[in-house]
T-cell receptor, first 109, second 116 residues
């Protein structure tokens, strides 16, 4: 079967660093996406990993280990506007994007 | 602005009504998707149109009927819905290639549907 696990909720402090983990079990692997979704808004693309290692984009970085079926999204220098849901999604060999339930991050002053 | 628009943004309908959701993408993509997002659940893929072919999720009840008249427009026709169909319905678009390839999807803001 296909399964993607993420923590349901996380809390962090403004200015800190937070790591959101995602583990997956899918039929095949063709890439992993991270999306950000603010309440009442569309999910927006953050990052894409298909090879092992770290991809850095400003304050956001995403890591992938295909052998472990594991990824994380790292957010540095947290800002209040980073409070949102973060969705992990995997392209298996079904040609469809499979989403985790999302991690709701609350950033506190 | 993601380049994908959806109307209406909010919809309340009775179980005997017929309504349609509309999605339009201005990104030049050739694949479009309908997703259902319920509270505390992962995004569920409902339908895909890619390169003018429909890929249908067999678990979607027949009371949901998609229509894709061209690569820029996507509709979801609704009839005799149930209260458990209340959810956020998201449209997305992406590039698609005949030889495969993985492309990020761009989402619209969604239609918040309430079935009474």
């Amino acid at each position: 079967g296909q399964n993607i696990d993420q923590p349901t909720e996380m809390t962090a402090t403004e200015g800190a660093i937070v790591q959101i983990n995602c583990t997956y079990q899918t039929s095949g692997f063709n890439g992993l996406f991270w999306y950000q979704q603010h309440a009442g808004e569309a999910p927006t693309f953050l990052s894409y990993n298909v090879l092992d290692g770290l991809e850095e984009k400003g304050r956001f970085s995403s890591f992938l280990s295909r052998s472990k079926g594991y990824s994380y999204l790292l957010l540095k220098e947290l800002q209040m506007k980073d409070s949102a849901s973060y969705l992990c999604a995997v392209y298996g060999n079904t040609g469809k994007l499979i989403f985790g339930q999302g991690t709701t991050l609350q950033v506190k002053p | 602005e993601t380049g994908v628009t959806q109307t209406p943004r909010h919809l309340v309908m009775g179980m005997t009504n017929k309504k349609s959701l509309k999605c339009e993408q201005h990104l030049g993509h050739n694949a479009m998707y309908w997703y259902k997002q319920s509270a505390k659940k992962p995004l569920e893929l409902m339908f895909v149109y890619s390169l003018e072919e429909r890929v249908e999720n067999n678990s979607v009840p027949s009371r949901f009927s998609p229509e894709c008249p061209n690569s820029s427009h996507l509709f979801l026709h609704l009839h005799t819905l149930q209260p458990e169909d209340s959810a956020l319905y998201l449209c997305a678009s992406s590039q698609a290639g005949r030889t495969g390839g993985v492309y990020e999807q761009y989402f619209g803001p969604g239609t918040r549907l309430t079935v009474t």
